[in-house]
């Protein structure tokens, strides 16, 4: 199996407890979800109309600023998914180190896959994959460069995401232009994974092939219904980016307290320093906190922000 976070039964099999005792940090999704307006019953009973699907699409135009058509998926995964069926496998190149589904699904479609550390080694890819902001250290690539790379590769899929709370940094705009297709997460910012939304934008073409890949019901009625409303709620998104960027600090400061050292994040989680991630990962799982390791990393242990002031308190203090 693929390494994630968000494997909270692995915890509890290992360190005990029950699912409600565990403030889950592994993940990079909001803590404090968007409030859930009211759900009509037919979202329920009935099949989604072409007419809801529509204006679920028109909000999501409206929210990334873009023109380009867009396709509703059952999160940024199965866009992660369908993307390497989209044209025959060749050469594809993804900026590493980041998301491991990426280059594990390119693979499993027959591509051949060259992770690499630097952008100039994807020029010349059949398909390269930007993840912007990253994960899991959070770096940022601005869209002139992007741009620029697209001019260089076969078709650039850049997944953004986590770029809710930056949108100066999005390609969404320009996406479907020159084999630019951008991947959005919805369920990531608003704090919703579990609705399984995300949206794929890009050429009309390539959109047309992707839902019929996708099916003639790519999400449900309840996504729909409360999708539309999350992204009209500007208010909302505004304040909630505000929220975040202070308790970005606030984490910062208690890991640097703890001795670890910041390596960077988003505005949904912090990546770090600490000398010895199984230490850091057991000690803040004995207090029921869950956190992320990776492989590849001795020393990396990622947090995502708590969402009340008792998880605030009770990782402050795991902390020391």
Not at 238 to 266: C, F, N, Q, S
Request: glycine share 10%; charged share 20%; hydrophobic share 45%.
């Amino acid at each position: 199996m693929r390494d994630h976070g968000g494997n909270l039964d692995w915890a509890i099999n290992r360190y005990g407890g029950a699912p409600e005792d565990w403030i889950d940090l592994s993940t990079g999704i909001n803590r404090v979800p968007y409030p859930l307006p009211p759900i009509p019953p037919e979202a329920w009973s009935t099949l989604p109309t072409r007419a809801a699907m529509a204006a679920l699409c028109k909000a999501a135009a409206e929210a990334y600023g873009t023109n380009a058509a867009i396709l509703p998926v059952a999160g940024a995964q199965a866009a992660i998914q369908m993307i390497p069926r989209l044209i025959p496998p060749g050469r594809a190149r993804v900026l590493a180190p980041t998301y491991n589904e990426h280059a594990a699904a390119l693979r499993s479609a027959g591509w051949q896959v060259e992770e690499v550390a630097e952008m100039a080694a994807l020029a010349g890819a059949d398909l390269a994959v930007v993840v912007n902001p990253n994960n899991p250290d959070g770096q940022t690539f601005a869209p002139d460069a992007m741009t620029a790379l697209a001019a260089r590769v076969g078709r650039l899929v850049v997944d953004e995401s986590f770029a809710d709370p930056v949108p100066d940094l999005s390609l969404a705009s320009q996406a479907g232009r020159g084999g630019l297709t951008v991947l959005r997460s919805f369920g990531k910012f608003y704090g919703l994974a579990g609705l399984r939304l995300g949206f794929i934008v890009g050429a009309d073409g390539d959109i047309a092939a992707l839902r019929d890949m996708a099916g003639p019901w790519p999400v449900s009625g309840v996504a729909i219904t409360v999708g539309r409303a999350a992204l009209d709620d500007r208010g909302w998104a505004a304040a909630t980016t505000a929220r975040l960027a202070a308790e970005t600090k606030r984490l910062d400061a208690l890991a640097d307290r703890a001795g670890w050292r910041t390596v960077g994040g988003a505005h949904l989680f912090r990546l770090y320093e600490t000398g010895n991630a199984p230490e850091a990962r057991d000690r803040l799982a004995e207090a029921r906190i869950w956190s992320r390791m990776f492989p590849y990393s001795p020393g990396w242990l990622r947090l995502g922000l708590p969402g009340t002031e008792a998880e605030w308190a009770r990782l402050g203090e795991a902390m020391g």
